[in-house]
């Protein structure tokens, strides 16, 4: 069964999917009554009502996240997803960034990249870097698909009102590896997958962990997925808003602000290599992945900022983005492809019409703020992908969830939490 986030109507016969709308917030106060915790009833990974990081404590840096602690935080921009879920072993999706509602071929946004390890299949790089702005939506989704999501995003975008003369497009598809959950090799990927995800996509709250393009991935060896998280600058910095989204399918050895999870759980990578580790390498849940854990996958991260700020700029922002991930536990590890994608919505730093652009940015004094802001969202926002994530199976291997009641009392014992 294919299950889809869209509002498109579908032919007779077709099931109609649910809709991917985020869950209510819940309070660490509520987890016990939500099902977590000592003396919390059982239930399946589909029924947990998994927390948010911020929802138990978790609350990296000094900056104040928006309204919905998402990148859609970002005035304009929406996000939607179409998940793929058929038998036992299509476990994938599609993830859309739209930097805001509008043709953005005709109404281009400043964009930068940085690349933190290239390992990957990140289409659409290069004239991206050379020009220094996007001219369609962003598409995260599984390796295999890049191709064909890109084929889709590019007949979604000419089909559009105004585009009927344009003969060059530059679709950004970025993506990881869902190999050891999904039947990669099958690309199961279609036009109807991404137009769902497109036309889906929404401001307000947004769905996280093991939907869309997150659906199959794994991060730290547990399941990964859909995380975003924002920040907010105090006025007198600025006043900006900068929010992000990733898509985690990668190792390291988890760090959860300063404490030691994966250690202290006995998932990380080279486990059995390091000193007063009796476990073989390999011979755990990196086996299922094709040999011992070293790091391998990939991250995307997609950084949006309502600052005004130029592509330099906003490739300087796009390298800040690591150190977060850095924070996380990740080491970019030889087989990880580790990508940023920068862009800025303020409307004074369109790429319109016109032979002259006559813009204002923000002052390079003025930038500390923002790169602060970009660390501390990067570095929650792969937090939550691992808390909102549910335990996936497929290709008859198994992803598990976070343990969450471990996790906290981890964090308690090293003073994160109380």
Known sequence: MNVLSSPLPFPAGRTRCRSFRSRPFITAAALVAAGFGPGAPAASAQEEPRPRARDVGIAPGIFAPGPYNAITDVEGVLVGHATVREGDRVRTGVTAIRPHGGNVFRDRVPAAMHVGNG????????????LGELETPVLLTCT????????????????????EGVRSIN???????????????????????????LESARTGSVEEGSVGAGTGTRAFGWKGGIGTSSRVVPDELGGYTVGVLVQSN?????????????RELGRYSFRGTAPGS???FGADQGEAQGGGDEGQGSIMMVVATDAPLSPLKLERVARRAMMGLARTGSFAGNGSGDYVIAFSTASGVRRGGGDVLAVEEVANSRMSSLFLATV???EEAVYNSLFKATTVSGMGNTAEALPIEETLEVLRRYNVIP
């Open 119 to 130: 390992f990957g299949k990140l289409l659409g790089v290069t004239q991206v870097r050379e």
């Open 144 to 163: 295999l698909c890049v191709w064909k999501a890109a084929d889709a995003l590019t007949e979604w975008m000419l089909a559009r009102q105004g585009m």
């Open 171 to 197: 679709p950004v598809v970025g993506e990881t590896n869902d190999g050891g959950l999904n039947d990669i090799r099958s690309r199961p990927i279609t036009p109807e997958h991404v137009r769902a995800a």
């Open 250 to 262: 990668f190792g390291g050895i988890l760090s959860i602000a300063g404490a030691p999870v994966g």
């Open 278 to 280: 009796d476990t073989p």
């Open 376 to 378: 501390e969202a990067i």
